[in-house]
């Protein structure tokens, strides 16, 4: 038979400097050893592949003991080389077949301490950013028989390996198929991380998140329970729950380790916290500049007099507080944690002392500006809270330009907006009502 062309069938990895090329040789007969070093385990390769071949007579005794190796694949194809090679792979070429042993380096990646979703009491560990320590992770927290994991690739360059997680017994049919038609439509060349994924799967372009991501394994597990379906994506210690919708931002899983008499206030608290983060600004201009009959005349009067130095509208006012607390909010992502916290408290404290002294803001916006943003810290989900954060901008326009009118148009056309989001199919705007159970 016509001998394999080994430089052919990987040709486009023959001058990668981690290929390892190695020719094994039995008298007059000789095959050739070839894997990435970067992928594959050196040590795996010398106690597996290197003993059978000492401990055989000629090849085809050498090809029989492959045949017995966990993980070994005789290829068909010359295109297969290449992936088997990517995929950490030892290719063994025999004089008529290719035969591929599977040596994958052992994942060096471990779970880590949840750092986006922090609660104080249950599991405190996260993902890792290999997907088969996830896969695991998911398994071993969820062990039931319908529990099905279907892997794919995404990305036409980087080829992402991805891990669909669902419970067969639990989710809907028409959720899968709704999600195998967007993974098809899906057309990027490089996708490394699950926000990255979670914007090609919905809306670029909407207000609101309507995929949740996550680091917390016990959340996806919660969600699997519902009839979620859970994505992993290999390389970023997140998941992708969908579908989404707002009450799910709302939530923290603290609310499920703790009484229902607990936990209640604790919403409600969360849901005035997104209604003071959004209108405020917007009902302090509204009420200033256009409608101080809104007030008593008392506390009309105290506002009017913490604004007497200063010398514009107050919607500058409202615009040049927000600007500054929203630059400590990134510079307090942005910097190295252990001065992040200090630089952008005494950056905080002194601005607006500094700004105050100066006339340039009144005391009562000091005021808002601070409850504005602690307003915004108490909402458990980042991906919402940035929403929040755009959202008030709108509605403050709508104050400069209609007053207290529209304040309340701007709040009733986001709730419409919002009621008329759906998140695979799924009602966005739910608020206590939880997730609907499955009908059997």
């Known amino acids: 038979m016509k001998r394999f062309d080994l430089q052919g069938a990987v040709s486009g990895l023959a001058h990668s400097g981690d290929l390892v090329s190695r020719e094994l040789r039995v008298e007059?007969?000789?095959a050739q050893l070839m894997y990435l070093s970067s992928l594959c385990d050196k040590n795996g390769i010398q106690t597996t592949i290197m003993q059978a071949f000492a401990a055989s007579g000629d090849l085809s005794e050498f090809e029989a003991k492959l045949s017995l190796l966990p993980g070994f694949e005789r290829l068909t194809a010359k295109p297969q080389a290449s992936d088997k090679l990517l995929r950490g792979c030892?290719?063994?070429?025999?004089?008529?077949?290719i035969c591929a042993v599977e040596m994958k380096k052992p994942s060096l990646s471990k779970p880590m301490e949840t750092c986006q979703e922090s609660i104080l009491q249950g599991p405190q560990n996260s993902f890792s950013e290999d997907i088969d320590t996830n896969v695991q992770i998911m398994r071993t927290r969820y062990p039931s028989k319908d529990l099905r994991v279907e892997y794919s690739e995404i990305g036409t360059e980087s080829r992402t390996?991805?891990?669909?997680?669902f419970d067969a017994s639990k989710v809907d049919p028409a959720l899968l198929l709704e999600l195998d038609k967007r993974l098809t439509e899906i057309d990027a060349a490089v996708i490394q991380a699950s926000n990255q994924l979670q914007m090609l799967l919905s809306n670029r372009y909407e207000f609101f998140p309507t995929l949740f991501v996550t680091d917390r394994p016990d959340r996806s597990v919660l969600s699997l329970s519902k009839g979620k379906v859970v994505l992993l994506l290999n390389g970023t210690p997140f998941s992708i729950i969908l579908p989404a919708v707002?009450?799910?931002?709302?939530?923290?899983?603290?609310?499920?380790?703790?009484y229902p008499w607990i936990t209640r206030p604790l919403q409600v608290l969360r849901y005035l916290s997104v209604f003071i983060t959004t209108t405020l600004p917007a009902l302090y201009v509204a009420a200033v500049s256009y409608n101080p009959e809104f007030f008593r005349a008392q506390l009309a009067l105290e506002i009017a007099g913490s604004r007497a130095a200063v010398p514009y509208a107050s919607f500058y006012e409202v615009f040049f507080m927000l600007f500054l607390t929203e630059?400590?909010?990134?510079a307090s992502i942005r910097l190295p944690k252990h001065i992040g916290s200090t630089a952008t408290t005494v950056g905080g404290l002194i601005l607006g002392e500094a700004a105050q002294e100066a006339g340039l803001v009144s005391s009562i916006m000091i005021i808002i500006a601070s409850s504005v943003a602690i307003s915004n810290f108490v909402i458990p989900i980042n991906t919402m809270s940035y929403a929040m954060r755009v959202i008030k901008f709108p509605l403050i326009i709508c104050?400069?330009?209609?007053g207290?009118?529209?304040v309340v148009t701007g709040i009733f056309g986001f709730i419409v907006y919002a009621a008329s989001l759906r998140s695979f199919g799924r009602?966005?705007?739910?608020?206590f009502a939880g997730e609907a159970k499955k009908s059997r």
């Open 28 to 30: 007059q007969e000789s």
């Open 161 to 165: 390996q991805l891990a669909i997680v």
């Open 399 to 402: 104050a400069m330009y209609f």
């Open 427 to 431: 009602p966005y705007l739910k608020l």
């Open 90 to 97: 030892a290719l063994i070429v025999f004089r008529d077949s």
């Open 327 to 330: 630059a400590l909010t990134e």
């Open 404 to 406: 207290l009118v529209g």
């Open 246 to 258: 707002f009450y799910d931002f709302i939530t923290s899983m603290d609310d499920v380790y703790q």
